[in-house]
């Protein structure tokens, strides 16, 4: 596995409890009042899982029925199934955080107690399916970690699938560049870590426990493609782990028997058989409990049945008008559901091959799970039924966050004629959500074509709204950083707009409707009112407020933020993206200490003009306070706690920056970020400078990180206990924390000329080469020029005096770096000019 480079990344999330005392005004206007939005997803729930019998973690009630979900925004929840109101009443149990991008699949393994995930963080975990540790919560005599147990590095790109073989107890992992392997569960849960250096050739991949320590890959399996670039993005394995099934993007279905040992030259077991039919990419796939049939879906818009004793296709459904994406077998009723890109979600007999529209989502169906009732039903209509009538119900999930239940045994919402009433899904409804499933793509057009032939009724779903929704926290779906690099603007899912600051992590104002379109309407009057003097405005064309009363607000949000966007600069410290539906913020070494910014910008009130902050060090300081605290009571401690002496030590390579000492506008008080100061064991001026600092992260965002050897470190600040070690915390995140040292050569000033413009008649300064912060602004100068001017002109003010540079007009609000940037544009010492305004 290739290794990262160890940058920071903390990520800004809502507060996840609906209390008014933890949740900012804006926070509460972003989330609604709803509180089941309070710990749910923010992104689309990738997978579902339905585990049954889990014992529970107080060890007193009997078996429980829980529903797994893993999301994008990568988390996995459990919810208890029945605990709500109603027959599909869910109950928000357990949040396991670990993965760092989404969450792909999940596989559930009930009397092991054992939840299987993977990622694309490349990584397969393992967890307790009953752990019950929160936030607000720890097992008792543990040190628990969100209930994870192991985590496995063998892949080498994005891990797709999972799939567990409940008698065997093992499991299948599967991926991009065809990556499949079998795990042994047992020898996973005895190993913390299977990661880079303790990966084992893949020749040895037989499974050789008996004496030595043993191989938790049992089998690695060779899935030649035609295509280099082919890919496995769906696996299943029958209970008893003899069969395994994968589908590539080549649209190849390969078939192992995993007793088998005929292998490539490399180790890996070669497929039994490799089947051809599908046209594109197979997303999903099923086997039944012998591993006799196998049944898959592709995003060439067809459900294939196969014959895995013939090698051959027995069926082949066209029901769907897009690729599908989600399958689920209910094999004692010989009942398949699917659903895919198009929305919609189908019920199709194999004794029947008749087909039932279920109900239709607003958006792609990513995953399904059903149940059937208890017990056989019969069909009132003999030959007509399509076996939809034992289905008990349904969850759903979309790209949307939230997760729907369809309780199938409720009355049908199909609107029937005057006189036609049959009771709750009787023959009549479904007779007109049913058609004859065929190898034709317009089966379900030509079943809606003849009944239109008749009674004028085409095919309709026989649900159309959920019974049942767990809401999800809209995604975050664009965003751009503001040219003060404190603030970004966000737009999510529902059309709210928010404002995030980056140095508190909270949401500081959400605008309603009614700002933005003002807003708009004001830039749209500005611009009209320059257009008349032949100037523009920022904004750009407007046009906002009219755009809002017709629908079309696709460029809302950049108009928007063009607006508000400040015209004061500061220097990029930081990076950002929504990949995960939230944002995240990354820091990078040495570049997030390049921006300083002034107290009086920050707020502050009674302090010097000239103290400043450097931002990147500020909110390293903010996220590792608590660990901080616990490492100096570690160090001041005779014990040695936890190695912490050695992560302080570790640091000491970083270094800081020489101090620059010269006559500037700047000069004069303090300056909180000031480099060059000799290292203070204990963290005592960092401390204070923590102090001063008026921002804090209350929201315990969760920080992520990766060891020398390329494995991931995450862990919510609030859980950070000074037990880490030098491999987890980045040196020079430890060098700035703890011993108060920043990196050489950041380049925090910028040296300039100030000299009397020609035509101007004030004298020219006895020292004209300055060197200030980049961040000063020319309003500083302007005091500053009018200073030393003071003794030969008595009456001159600042507001007096005007800035050049290239003989351009200098703004007040314009710093040093802005006038580089924009205005100078070359890299040597820059030449300001100072004459009396309107000479």
């Given at each position: 596995?290739?290794?990262?480079?160890?940058?920071?990344?903390?990520?800004?999330e809502?507060?996840?409890?609906?209390?008014a005392?933890?949740?900012?005004?804006?926070?509460?206007?972003?989330?609604?009042t709803?509180?089941?939005?309070?710990?749910?997803?923010?992104g689309?729930?990738?997978?579902?899982?339905?585990?049954?019998?889990l014992?529970?973690?107080?060890?007193?009630?009997?078996?429980?029925?829980?529903?797994?979900?893993?999301?994008?925004?990568?988390?996995?929840?459990?919810w208890?199934?029945?605990a709500?109101?109603?027959?599909?009443g869910?109950k928000?149990?357990?949040?396991?955080?670990?993965?760092?991008?989404?969450?792909?699949?999940?596989?559930?393994?009930?009397?092991?107690?054992?939840l299987v995930?993977?990622?694309?963080?490349r990584?397969?975990?393992?967890?307790?399916?009953?752990?019950?540790?929160?936030?607000?919560g720890?097992d008792?005599?543990?040190v628990?970690?969100?209930?994870?147990?192991?985590?496995?590095?063998?892949?080498?790109?994005?891990?797709?699938?999972?799939?567990?073989?409940r008698?065997?107890?093992?499991?299948?992992?599967?991926?991009?560049r065809?990556?499949?392997?079998?795990?042994?569960?047992?020898?996973?849960?005895r190993?913390?870590?299977?990661?880079p250096?303790?990966?084992?050739?893949?020749?040895?991949?037989?499974?050789?426990?008996?004496?030595?320590s043993?191989?938790?890959?049992?089998?690695?399996?060779?899935?030649?493609?035609?295509?280099d670039?082919?890919?496995?993005?769906?696996?299943?394995?029958?209970?008893?782990?003899?069969?395994?099934a994968?589908?590539?993007?080549?649209?190849?279905?390969r078939?192992?028997?995993?007793?088998?040992?005929?292998?490539n030259?490399?180790?890996?077991?070669?497929?039994?058989?490799?089947?051809?039919?599908?046209?594109?990419?197979?997303?999903?796939?099923?086997?039944?409990?012998?591993?006799t049939?196998?049944?898959?879906?592709?995003?060439?818009?067809?459900?294939?049945i196969?014959?895995?004793?013939?090698?051959?296709?027995?069926?082949?459904?066209?029901?769907?008008?897009?690729?599908?994406?989600?399958?689920?077998?209910?094999?004692?009723?010989?009942?398949i559901?699917?659903?895919?890109r198009?929305?919609?979600?189908?019920?199709?007999?194999?004794?029947?091959?008749?087909?039932?529209?279920?109900?239709?989502?607003?958006?792609?169906?990513?995953?399904?799970?059903?149940r059937?009732?208890?017990?056989?039903?019969?069909?009132?209509?003999?030959?007509?039924?399509?076996?939809?009538?034992?289905?008990?119900?349904?969850w759903?999930?979309?790209?949307?966050?939230?997760?729907?239940f369809?309780?199938?045994?409720?009355p049908?919402?199909w609107?029937?004629?005057?006189?036609?009433?049959?009771?709750?899904?009787?023959?009549?409804?479904?007779?007109?959500s049913?058609?004859v499933?065929?190898?034709?793509?317009?089966?379900i057009?030509?079943?809606?074509?003849?009944?239109s032939?008749g009674?004028?009724?085409?095919?309709?779903?026989?649900?159309?709204?959920?019974?049942?929704?767990?809401?999800?926290?809209?995604?975050?779906v664009?965003?751009?950083?503001?040219?003060?690099?404190?603030?970004?603007?966000?737009?999510?899912?529902?059309?709210?707009?928010?404002?995030?600051?980056?140095l508190?992590?909270?949401?500081?104002?959400?605008?309603?409707?009614?700002?933005?379109?003002?807003?708009?309407?004001?830039?749209?009057?500005?611009?009209?009112?320059?257009?008349?003097?032949g100037?523009?405005?920022?904004c750009?064309?407007?046009?906002?407020?009219?755009?809002?009363?017709?629908?079309k607000?696709?460029?809302?949000f950049?108009?928007?933020?063009?607006?508000?966007?400040p015209?004061?600069?500061a220097?990029?410290?930081?990076?950002?993206?929504?990949?995960?539906?939230?944002?995240s913020?990354?820091?990078?070494?040495?570049?997030?200490?390049s921006?300083?910014?002034?107290a009086?910008?920050?707020g502050?009130e009674?302090?010097?003009d000239?103290?400043?902050?450097?931002?990147?060090?500020?909110?390293?300081?903010?996220?590792?306070?608590?660990w901080?605290?616990?490492?100096?009571?570690?160090r001041?401690?005779?014990?040695?706690?936890?190695?912490?002496?050695?992560?302080?030590?570790a640091s000491?390579?970083?270094?800081?920056?020489?101090p620059?000492?010269?006559?500037?506008?700047?000069?004069?008080?303090?300056?909180?970020?000031d480099?060059?100061q000799?290292?203070?064991?204990?963290?005592?001026k960092?401390?204070?400078?923590?102090?001063?600092w008026?921002?804090?992260f209350?929201?315990n965002?969760?920080?992520i990180?990766?060891t020398?050897?390329?494995?991931?470190?995450t862990k919510?600040i609030?859980?950070?206990?000074?037990?880490?070690?030098s491999?987890?915390?980045?040196d020079?995140?430890?060098?700035c924390?703890?011993?108060?040292?920043?990196?050489?050569?950041l380049n925090?000033?910028?040296?300039?000329?100030?000299?009397?413009?020609?035509d101007?008649e004030?004298?020219?300064?006895?020292?004209?080469k300055l060197?200030?912060?980049?961040?000063?602004?020319?309003?500083?100068?302007?005091?500053?020029?009018?200073?030393?001017?003071?003794?030969?002109?008595q009456?001159i003010?600042?507001?007096?005096?005007?800035?050049?540079?290239?003989?351009?007009?200098?703004?007040?609000?314009?710093?040093?770096?802005?006038?580089?940037q924009?205005v100078?544009k070359?890299?040597d010492?820059?030449?300001?000019q100072?004459?009396?305004?309107?000479?």
């Amino acid at each position: 596995m290739k290794v990262r480079r160890r940058r920071l990344t903390y990520v800004l999330e809502h507060s996840r409890n609906g209390s008014a005392s933890t949740s900012s005004e804006g926070e509460a206007a972003a989330l609604g009042t709803d509180q089941k939005e309070a710990g749910s997803h923010c992104g689309a729930v990738n997978s579902l899982a339905v585990g049954t019998g889990l014992p529970p973690s107080d060890g007193r009630r009997g078996g429980k029925e829980c529903l797994f979900t893993a999301s994008r925004d990568a988390t996995i929840k459990r919810w208890q199934i029945g605990a709500g109101d109603g027959l599909g009443g869910a109950k928000l149990e357990m949040s396991f955080e670990g993965h760092v991008d989404w969450v792909n699949d999940v596989a559930v393994l009930e009397k092991e107690n054992t939840l299987v995930s993977c990622s694309n963080d490349r990584t397969v975990r393992l967890w307790r399916a009953n752990a019950s540790k929160g936030r607000d919560g720890t097992d008792a005599g543990e040190v628990d970690d969100y209930g994870l147990i192991s985590t496995l590095y063998e892949h080498s790109d994005y891990v797709m699938c999972v799939s567990a073989a409940r008698e065997a107890k093992t499991f299948v992992s599967a991926g991009l560049r065809s990556e499949i392997k079998l795990w042994d569960l047992e020898t996973t849960v005895r190993t913390s870590k299977i990661g880079p250096s303790k990966r084992r050739d893949s020749a040895s991949s037989s499974s050789d426990s008996q004496g030595g320590s043993p191989n938790s890959v049992l089998r690695d399996f060779d899935c030649a493609s035609v295509s280099d670039a082919s890919s496995c993005y769906s696996c299943d394995i029958n209970p008893s782990g003899s069969v395994l099934a994968c589908g590539s993007t080549d649209g190849i279905v390969r078939i192992w028997d995993t007793r088998s040992n005929t292998k490539n030259e490399e180790g890996a077991l070669l497929p039994q058989m490799a089947l051809r039919g599908h046209l594109g990419n197979i997303r999903c796939i099923r086997l039944n409990r012998a591993g006799t049939m196998c049944i898959t879906g592709s995003s060439d818009k067809t459900v294939r049945i196969w014959d895995l004793g013939q090698q051959r296709c027995m069926h082949s459904f066209s029901i769907h008008k897009d690729s599908v994406w989600a399958l689920d077998f209910v094999e004692s009723h010989g009942q398949i559901v699917s659903g895919g890109r198009d929305g919609q979600v189908f019920c199709t007999s194999l004794s029947g091959k008749l087909s039932t529209l279920l109900f239709e989502e607003e958006k792609s169906v990513l995953s399904l799970s059903a149940r059937s009732r208890s017990g056989n039903t019969s069909s009132r209509s003999g030959n007509m039924s399509s076996g939809s009538e034992s289905l008990e119900r349904i969850w759903s999930a979309t790209n949307s966050s939230s997760i729907h239940f369809w309780d199938l045994t409720q009355p049908s919402t199909w609107d029937g004629e005057e006189g036609e009433s049959g009771g709750s899904n009787s023959y009549r409804e479904r007779r007109h959500s049913s058609f004859v499933a065929s190898t034709s793509p317009f089966s379900i057009k030509q079943s809606s074509l003849s009944k239109s032939m008749g009674k004028g009724k085409p095919v309709i779903p026989l649900q159309r709204t959920p019974s049942l929704t767990l809401v999800g926290v809209p995604p975050i779906v664009k965003h751009e950083i503001l040219n003060d690099r404190q603030r970004i603007l966000t737009e999510d899912a529902s059309g709210t707009i928010c404002m995030w600051n980056v140095l508190t992590g909270r949401v500081d104002k959400c605008f309603n409707t009614e700002e933005v379109a003002a807003t708009l309407a004001k830039a749209d009057e500005g611009k009209e009112a320059e257009d008349k003097k032949g100037g523009a405005t920022e904004c750009g064309p407007g046009r906002g407020d009219v755009e809002a009363k017709e629908g079309k607000n696709d460029q809302r949000f950049e108009k928007f933020f063009a607006c508000i966007n400040p015209k004061v600069t500061a220097s990029s410290w930081f990076s950002a993206d929504k990949r995960l539906g939230k944002l995240s913020i990354h820091m990078e070494s040495k570049q997030c200490f390049s921006a300083e910014v002034y107290a009086v910008d920050l707020g502050m009130e009674e302090v010097g003009d000239d103290l400043k902050f450097n931002m990147g060090q500020q909110v390293l300081c903010s996220l590792f306070s608590k660990w901080e605290q616990a490492n100096q009571s570690g160090r001041d401690g005779e014990t040695g706690a936890g190695g912490r002496k050695d992560v302080s030590d570790a640091s000491g390579a970083a270094g800081g920056a020489d101090p620059s000492n010269s006559s500037s506008p700047s000069a004069g008080k303090v300056a909180a970020s000031d480099q060059g100061q000799s290292p203070q064991k204990g963290g005592g001026k960092a401390a204070s400078k923590l102090a001063d600092w008026p921002f804090k992260f209350d929201s315990n965002p969760c920080i992520i990180t990766t060891t020398y050897d390329g494995e991931w470190f995450t862990k919510r600040i609030e859980d950070l206990d000074g037990t880490e070690t030098s491999d987890e915390v980045p040196d020079w995140v430890v060098s700035c924390v703890s011993e108060d040292k920043l990196p050489t050569g950041l380049n925090l000033k910028v040296s300039f000329h100030l000299m009397p413009h020609p035509d101007s008649e004030l004298p020219s300064l006895q020292q004209g080469k300055l060197l200030a912060p980049k961040i000063l602004p020319m309003s500083k100068v302007l005091h500053y020029v009018a200073t030393k001017v003071e003794a030969d002109q008595q009456d001159i003010k600042a507001s007096d005096l005007e800035l050049l540079c290239n003989d351009k007009l200098l703004t007040p609000e314009m710093s040093l770096a802005k006038v580089r940037q924009s205005v100078w544009k070359r890299s040597d010492d820059i030449l300001i000019q100072f004459r009396e305004r309107g000479a």
